[in-house]
């Protein structure tokens, strides 16, 4: 391992990293723009500039080789000054319009021009204009002036999701990031990400513009249910500080965006597009009153028929929901594995126009949990008949044709969302969603991540690992 | 002109650029005895021993960067000649691909042999006609006798010959984004490490040289390195092709030994400044290089040692001439609008520093300049020194610094009078 040294302390460096990396490896702070550590290296911000000892001139720190002995500063007076002068050239066609820029809060130009500039701009010369809210795609606008060229977007296409839909035209300071017109960058299902890695506000998601300052938000960390891949997601909403009460409480219940939560073993700082949309998921109409026969009841007369339902059949199906949460899961076969013929649901399945598998991310399986599922009860449900003996359905979860279900059998739905079959069965009890409650998914490796909840819950609704039990409880006959 | 000629041997006719002509010149005898004589390590040692040094600007040493390549190491190697000579002032190169197209083959082939080399490229600047129909004629008649494609003449040797044109961007000149564009990609210059002559062409060793670097070869290995080294001076060896344009008498193509006296080469060989005019000043190689002043060349040689330690470079060897009269900032203007517009866009200082430089160069042209104006300007041309990917930057940057040093109270001037003390004129008119 090369010995090198970081402002004259020593550091054991691998021996194929560059000096950027190794710095960041043992907590050594180098500023930079258009390096990303998933991406080839450009080079072209210069941001991160530094100087080899006894020369007088600065290099850039991404794209140095580490060497046995090599002694580099960080931040010598002639860095300093040069990085100045970077942040000054950066700003200069910049239009500085953070006041009304989404990007504003977690913007890395914003930072560090405090860190690393500070001062007003040298230039008495008119910016060169550009192009404002460019139609990048169906999901990205594309404010050129703010842009700084770092290419980061136009990498990530090229390397990590592959469709080649971004490219730079022009050149000089007129130069644009555009899409490719024969691959237009809607057709990418990871084009989200370029929203993440743009390190200013060029890059902006349609769904997300002017919605929210994101310091009125809070990042919960959570999984995307989307398929097996189980991507750690981080999900934005209102802070409890900054509560809306007058002007539009819904906000407060509301998912704002989703961003990846980076995780190395998982999904690494990717997630693709359909887990930016978790709203289309989490936000459907819900069920909110448990019902018998269509009729509204609350809950706790609900779980009491369930149960006595549950205890006078003879024969009774469960099939279970691979959205349910590890805890769920195991809380099911506690309680109730003994008493049902369990058979593993597949809740969703592939959407029309949706990718179905590929080599980043993206899995067939659109579920979040199968392989738990079909640990603790390893019979898939096929989609077949069932057993004409059956006298108890319990469906947990969608994806059920109750066109399925024996004639004469009860039918007991344990469900979140509206659905046309809840006012149909015996017994309907709402449950709560993945934003309402804690818990672990296992992904299609067997890596167990964890979700953490962002709303509270109503009253109204159940939560699964609890109704397990309950349900499960003898009904004791008053004597 | 006195001096020995290398290149510039036979009188140049309708068809001295034909293939018949040249071999009745000697053409292709020498690829006929390097192929049949000399191993590939003989030509190297030739062209290490010759000291000869790149014409395209950076002067740096052929040999070394021959060195670099590793023969025998299993992987492809290129080779290519860059012939975007885009430079602003230069033109040297042309005259080799208009009058001596089979040279420049030969010599490609000489060099393909040398450094195991199966596919060679020529790089051309997509504004040149004439050059581009010359060479890939030559080109032709060299396939039909045998030269290049396969077992070339007989031996065991295959050589292509691929020309690709360019569009006519300037940093295509730029040995990697030159590559970058042979790969069909945009011409933006890399970063180094690696060097080209590690990872290159398609990610393997490639060796760019100048068209006139390349055109030596065959009278290097011809004549051997001693017969070179006699030429010029002993750091620099061999001849220069000058291109001198602006306001002198004679504008054209030359060929003189290194080490020629300057201000003879100005008087006698190109008839002096033009309209009697007395000279202001001149930019020696390329307007990247700094300018100099008549008093400053008057007693150098054209030797690159003499006029870097006089602080600036035969580059490329556009000179532009520069008559008493010419307005520096005006032509600071032409020089930077020029930097603006063929900047890549691809590193910071540059992309933004260019356009900087402009705008703040056509305010104080406009009569708008402030007095902080040329702090700015040398300002932002030092932020480019030795900061950006490519050479770019540091190049517009010396012209500006350099323009800036040696006339800067025509500058001062100009803002505080919002007018040019002369009167302005970049052209010197025919009846002049």
Same mark, same amino acid.
């Given at each position: 391992?090369?010995?090198?040294?970081?402002?004259?302390?020593?550091?054991?460096?691998?021996?194929?990293?560059?000096?950027?990396?190794?710095?960041?490896?043992?907590?050594?702070?180098?500023?930079?723009?258009?390096?990303?550590?998933?991406?080839?290296?450009?080079?072209?911000?210069?941001?991160?500039?530094?100087?080899?000892?006894?020369?007088?001139?600065?290099?850039?720190?991404?794209?140095?080789?580490?060497?046995?002995?090599?002694?580099?500063?960080?931040?010598?007076?002639?860095?300093?000054?040069?990085?100045?002068?970077?942040?000054?050239?950066?700003?200069?066609?910049?239009?500085?319009?953070?006041?009304?820029?989404?990007?504003?809060?977690?913007?890395?130009?914003?930072?560090?021009?405090?860190?690393?500039?500070?001062?007003?701009?040298?230039?008495?010369?008119?910016?060169?204009?550009?192009?404002?809210?460019?139609?990048?795609?169906?999901?990205?606008?594309?404010?050129?002036?703010?842009?700084?060229?770092?290419?980061?977007?136009?990498?990530?296409?090229?390397?990590?999701?592959?469709?080649?839909?971004?490219?730079?035209?022009?050149?000089?300071?007129?130069?644009?990031?555009?899409?490719?017109?024969?691959?237009?960058?809607?057709?990418?299902?990871?084009?989200?990400?370029?929203?993440?890695?743009?390190?200013?506000?060029?890059?902006?998601?349609?769904?997300?513009?002017?919605?929210?300052?994101?310091?009125?938000?809070?990042?919960?960390?959570?999984?995307?249910?989307?398929?097996?891949?189980?991507?750690?997601?981080?999900?934005?909403?209102?802070?409890?500080?900054?509560?809306?009460?007058?002007?539009?409480?819904?906000?407060?219940?509301?998912?704002?965006?989703?961003?990846?939560?980076?995780?190395?073993?998982?999904?690494?700082?990717?997630?693709?597009?359909?887990?930016?949309?978790?709203?289309?998921?989490?936000?459907?109409?819900?069920?909110?009153?448990?019902?018998?026969?269509?009729?509204?009841?609350?809950?706790?007369?609900?779980?009491?028929?369930?149960?006595?339902?549950?205890?006078?059949?003879?024969?009774?199906?469960?099939?279970?929901?691979?959205?349910?949460?590890?805890?769920?899961?195991?809380?099911?076969?506690?309680?109730?594995?003994?008493?049902?013929?369990?058979?593993?649901?597949?809740?969703?399945?592939?959407?029309?126009?949706?990718?179905?598998?590929?080599?980043?991310?993206?899995?067939?399986?659109?579920?979040?949990?199968?392989?738990?599922?079909?640990?603790?009860?390893?019979?898939?449900?096929?989609?077949?008949?069932?057993?004409?003996?059956?006298?108890?359905?319990?469906?947990?979860?969608?994806?059920?044709?109750?066109?399925?279900?024996?004639?004469?059998?009860?039918?007991?739905?344990?469900?979140?969302?509206?659905?046309?079959?809840?006012?149909?069965?015996?017994?309907?009890?709402?449950?709560?969603?993945?934003?309402?409650?804690?818990?672990?998914?296992?992904?299609?490796?067997?890596?167990?991540?964890?979700?953490?909840?962002?709303?509270?819950?109503?009253?109204?609704?159940?939560?699964?690992?609890?109704?397990?039990?309950?349900?499960?409880?003898?009904?004791?006959?008053?004597? | 002109m006195s001096s020995t000629k290398l290149l510039m041997t036979f009188p140049v006719s309708a068809t001295s650029h034909t293939l018949v002509e040249y071999r009745e010149r000697g053409g292709y005898a020498t690829l006929e005895k390097v192929l049949r004589q000399m191993?590939p390590?003989q030509v190297n040692d030739e062209i290490t021993a010759s000291g000869i040094q790149g014409r395209g600007g950076a002067a740096f040493p052929m040999g070394r960067k021959w060195g670099?390549i590793?023969?025998?190491?299993?992987?492809?190697?290129y080779l290519c000649a860059n012939a975007d000579e885009g430079e602003p002032g230069t033109f040297k190169d042309r005259w080799i691909l208009e009058n001596a197209p089979h040279l420049l083959v030969e010599s490609m082939v000489i060099a393909a042999y040398a450094l195991?080399v199966?596919?060679a490229f020529v790089y051309m600047r997509g504004e040149f006609d004439l050059p581009y129909r010359r060479l890939a004629a030559s080109v032709d008649e060299a396939y039909e006798a045998g030269y290049l494609?396969?077992?070339i003449l007989?031996?065991?040797v295959?050589c292509d010959l691929v020309i690709y044109r360019g569009?006519?961007?300037y940093?295509c000149g730029e040995a990697?984004?030159l590559?970058?564009?042979?790969?069909?990609?945009?011409?933006?210059?890399?970063?180094?490490?690696?060097?080209l002559t590690?990872?290159?062409?398609?990610?393997?060793?490639t060796v760019v040289n100048n068209v006139e670097t390349l055109a030596n070869i065959v009278g290097i290995v011809a004549n051997g390195a001693q017969a070179f080294r006699a030429v010029g001076t002993a750091k620099n060896p061999g001849t220069r092709l000058i291109s001198i344009s602006g306001?002198i008498c004679r504008p054209g193509v030359y060929e003189i030994e290194v080490g020629y006296p300057w201000s003879k080469f100005i008087y006698e060989d190109c008839g002096g400044?033009?309209?009697?005019?007395?000279?202001?000043?001149v930019i020696p190689g390329g307007i990247s290089t700094?300018?100099l002043?008549?008093?400053?060349i008057?007693?150098l040689h054209l030797d690159n040692q003499e006029v870097e330690?006089?602080?600036s470079s035969l580059g490329s060897g556009g000179m532009i001439v520069?008559?008493?009269?010419?307005?520096?900032? !005006? #032509?600071? &203007?032409?020089?930077?609008?020029?930097?603006?517009?063929?900047? %890549? $866009?691809?590193?910071?200082?540059?992309?933004?520093?260019?356009?900087?430089?402009?705008?703040?160069?056509?305010?104080?042209?406009?009569?708008?300049?402030?007095?902080?104006?040329?702090? !700015? #300007?040398? &300002?932002?041309?030092?932020?480019?020194?030795?900061?950006?990917? %490519? $050479?770019?930057?540091?190049?517009?940057?010396?012209?500006?610094?350099?323009?800036?040093?040696?006339?800067?109270?025509?500058?001062?001037?100009?803002?505080?009078?919002?007018?040019?003390?002369?009167?302005?004129?970049?052209?010197?008119?025919?009846?002049?």
């Open positions: 391992m090369p010995r090198i040294f970081i402002n004259g302390q020593p550091i054991d460096a691998e021996p194929q990293h560059t000096v950027m990396e190794a710095a960041r490896a043992n907590g050594v702070v180098i500023p930079y723009f258009c390096w990303h550590p998933q991406l080839s290296i450009a080079g072209n911000c210069r941001i991160c500039a530094i100087q080899i000892e006894d020369r007088s001139w600065v290099e850039i720190a991404c794209n140095m080789p580490v060497s046995e002995g090599l002694r580099v500063l960080t931040d010598s007076d002639q860095v300093k000054a040069y990085r100045k002068s970077i942040m000054q050239l950066m700003t200069l066609n910049h239009p500085v319009d953070c006041g009304i820029c989404d990007k504003a809060g977690e913007c890395t130009l914003q930072d560090y021009h405090y860190l690393y500039n500070g001062s007003p701009s040298l230039s008495r010369d008119v910016k060169v204009r550009s192009t404002k809210f460019h139609p990048l795609s169906e999901r990205i606008v594309l404010d050129n002036e703010r842009c700084i060229l770092c290419s980061r977007c136009v990498r990530f296409t090229r390397e990590i999701s592959k469709s080649n839909a971004l490219g730079i035209i022009q050149r000089g300071d007129a130069s644009l990031v555009r899409a490719a017109e024969d691959r237009p960058l809607d057709a990418d299902p990871y084009s989200d990400n370029v929203i993440d890695i743009c390190p200013v506000g060029a890059l902006l998601s349609r769904s997300f513009l002017y919605k929210s300052r994101v310091w009125y938000l809070q990042p919960t960390p959570s999984i995307c249910p989307g398929c097996a891949r189980g991507c750690t997601v981080n999900i934005w909403h209102r802070k409890a500080e900054w509560k809306l009460n007058a002007l539009d409480p819904a906000k407060n219940v509301r998912i704002e965006r989703v961003t990846p939560l980076e995780n190395p073993s998982v999904n690494g700082p990717w997630i693709c597009n359909k887990g930016r949309d978790l709203v289309q998921i989490f936000e459907r109409p819900r069920a909110e009153h448990a019902m018998q026969k269509g009729g509204l009841v609350d809950l706790e007369a609900a779980i009491r028929s369930a149960r006595r339902l549950i205890d006078e059949a003879a024969h009774p199906v469960a099939l279970v929901s691979n959205w349910g949460s590890n805890e769920e899961l195991a809380a099911f076969r506690q309680a109730l594995g003994a008493r049902f013929t369990t058979l593993v649901k597949q809740d969703w399945a592939v959407q029309p126009g949706e990718r179905i598998e590929d080599d980043l991310l993206i899995r067939a399986d659109k579920n979040p949990n199968t392989l738990a599922a079909r640990a603790l009860f390893p019979i898939a449900d096929d989609g077949g008949a069932l057993d004409g003996a059956t006298d108890l359905v319990l469906v947990w979860g969608e994806g059920f044709d109750f066109e399925r279900v024996p004639r004469g059998a009860v039918i007991i739905v344990l469900n979140a969302y509206v659905q046309p079959e809840n006012g149909h069965a015996d017994v309907f009890i709402p449950v709560s969603i993945q934003t309402e409650r804690r818990g672990h998914y296992t992904n299609f490796q067997g890596t167990v991540s964890a979700f953490e909840p962002c709303f509270p819950k109503k009253p109204s609704i159940a939560d699964a690992e609890a109704l397990f039990a309950a349900l499960a409880i003898p009904e004791v006959e008053p004597a | 191993t390590t670099v590793h023969l025998n190491d299993g992987q492809p190697h195991q199966r596919n494609g396969e077992r007989g031996t065991d295959s569009a006519g961007s940093v990697s984004a590559l970058t564009s042979i790969e069909g990609r945009k011409p933006y210059p890399r970063n180094r490490p690696p060097r590690v990872r290159g062409l398609y990610q393997r060793p306001h400044v033009r309209g009697g005019r007395q000279l202001k000043a700094k300018v002043t008549a008093a400053e008057e007693p330690a006089a602080g520069i008559a008493e009269g010419t307005c520096m900032v !005006r #032509l600071l &203007q032409v020089m930077l609008r020029f930097y603006h517009h063929e900047s %890549c $866009g691809q590193c910071t200082p540059c992309r933004e520093g260019m356009g900087w430089l402009h705008r703040i160069i056509d305010r104080v042209v406009a009569g708008d300049g402030r007095p902080e104006d040329i702090e !700015r #300007l040398y &300002q932002i041309s030092a932020w480019n020194d030795g900061t950006t990917i %490519c $050479g770019m930057g540091d190049a517009a940057g010396y012209a500006t610094s350099g323009i800036l040093n040696k006339f800067r109270d025509e500058f001062e001037y100009y803002i505080d009078n919002k007018r040019s003390r002369l009167h302005g004129n970049l052209e010197c008119l025919a009846s002049s």
